[in-house]
């Protein structure tokens, strides 16, 4: 292909064009690894953001997809219905928190999150007690769709376009040393406002350079949400389907959320699909003999065929021996690489949940700053693809990665702390 041609008719996505003009053509993938057009390799440390856990190109994906497109590859899902769809249907709900009944298909991550906001804003409504706020952490992210937007907290992405959100109040993430503030902000914020929802990352806030939180303060959020019959949503886009060593990050806590939200993985990064699911509770309260009181949110592409079948074969490859084993063992592989490095006079801060690693460097930086771009390059040279945000750097890999690779991927890390 020709550089030329992009460079002439494409806008790439989180792009300053003035300042980064050039991109990197890639041919090919398989596995964990990346191909340009020169035959250079790159080793893909965050699975081509969260989505090809299974490796690139999987062939149990890929022939599942194939046999299902010689047999349909699209209907409108309004008045019709089809197999790969109560199939996958079938098949989240035996992993699935119990609480979850049913679901919802959409396109993408972002406007799952949107359908969650809502059917929260809804559900409140057609039981006729209408309520306006959302809450939701500091720092998070949750899209770029303007509901999405209205309820994340990065303002890079956001600025030119906050006068137009929804009602959306910020708490802080808790800790061990908040926790008691942050409880009783969040109690006074829910008894004197009209609060629909509480939307959160579980455990993990993924743009906001894989920031951790534990399950025990979470949980008591959500526990004091449900007295005040606030909605919980359990933004999962980024931490479903393994990554933090349960199915679903929500499994660490005992409170259940009313709605959760899927894509990334879902599809093993073969085509994009997201659910929005939720509980019988929810459901139920859009049941009515007025057709103003159902959900009129649809999308063109709604349980796609193919993608269905894509997220079926994903969800049977999650809870293989082999898959299972392979996270095992890459949790491990990253507490043996943290506790190596963790003494490092250049090293400010390790963590992991699962299979998500990340380290802070000692240094001061912005988000996207002079040295994430010095460290993108290192790395690309090296042949590993991470993309670092502010002095963060993090691994979050295809589960089918190798020993070898993931050695390689440590040692560039540890190289790089020569250049900062």
């Not at 990346?34 to 890929?62: F, K, Q, R, V």
């Not at 006068?163 to 959306?168: E, G, I, M, P, T």
């Not at 949110?297 to 997220?311: E, I, L």
């Amino acid at each position: 292909m020709s550089l030329k041609d992009d460079k002439e008719f494409i806008w790439h996505p989180l792009t300053q064009h003035q300042l980064h003009p050039e991109h990197i053509v890639i041919k090919k993938a398989k596995d964990a690894v990346l191909y340009d057009d020169n035959d250079n390799e790159y080793i893909d440390g965050i699975a081509s953001w969260y989505t090809c856990m299974y490796g690139h190109c999987n062939p149990y994906i890929t022939r599942a997809v194939s046999a299902q497109m010689e047999n349909l590859d699209h209907v409108v899902f309004t008045g019709f219905t089809h197999k790969p769809a109560t199939l996958l249907a079938k098949s989240l709900m035996k992993i699935l928190p119990q609480n979850q009944q049913k679901i919802f298909f959409s396109d993408n991550g972002s406007t799952s999150v949107d359908i969650a906001l809502k059917m929260a804003l809804q559900y409140h409504f057609n039981k006729g007690n209408k309520r306006n706020k959302i809450i939701a952490f500091q720092d998070g992210f949750h899209g770029d769709t303007f509901g999405a937007m209205s309820v994340s907290g990065l303002s890079i992405y956001n600025g030119p376009f906050e006068d137009y959100f929804l009602d959306v109040e910020r708490i802080p993430v808790p800790n061990e040393n908040n926790i008691e503030t942050v409880k009783m902000l969040f109690t006074k914020l829910l008894s004197e406002n009209n609060v629909a929802a509480f939307i959160y990352e579980p455990l993990v806030q993924g743009a906001a350079a894989m920031k951790m939180h534990k399950s025990i303060h979470l949980d008591e959020l959500l526990k004091i949400a449900t007295h005040h019959e606030v909605i919980n949503i359990a933004d999962e886009v980024m931490t479903g389907f393994g990554k933090t060593g349960k199915n679903f990050a929500s499994e660490f806590m005992s409170n259940m959320p009313d709605i959760i939200c899927l894509s990334k993985s879902l599809t093993g990064g073969l085509v994009p699909m997201a659910i929005t699911s939720c509980t019988e509770k929810i459901y139920n309260a859009f049941l009515s003999s007025k057709m103003e009181n159902g959900f009129f949110h649809g999308h063109t592409y709604s349980a796609n065929p193919t993608s269905c079948t894509a997220a079926i074969a994903s969800i049977e490859l999650l809870m293989s021996e082999e898959i299972q084993n392979s996270i095992d063992r890459i949790k491990a592989s990253h507490k043996s690489f943290i506790e190596k490095i963790n003494d490092h006079p250049k090293v400010k801060d390790t963590r992991q949940q699962g299979i998500i690693v990340a380290i802070d460097f000692n240094i001061e930086t912005d988000r996207y700053g002079d040295l994430r771009h010095k460290l993108y390059d290192f790395y690309m040279n090296k042949g590993v693809y991470l993309r670092p945000l502010g002095n963060t750097v993090y691994i979050l890999a295809p589960y089918i990665i190798s020993n070898e690779q993931l050695s390689k991927i440590y040692k560039t890390i540890e190289q790089s702390f020569d250049i900062i």
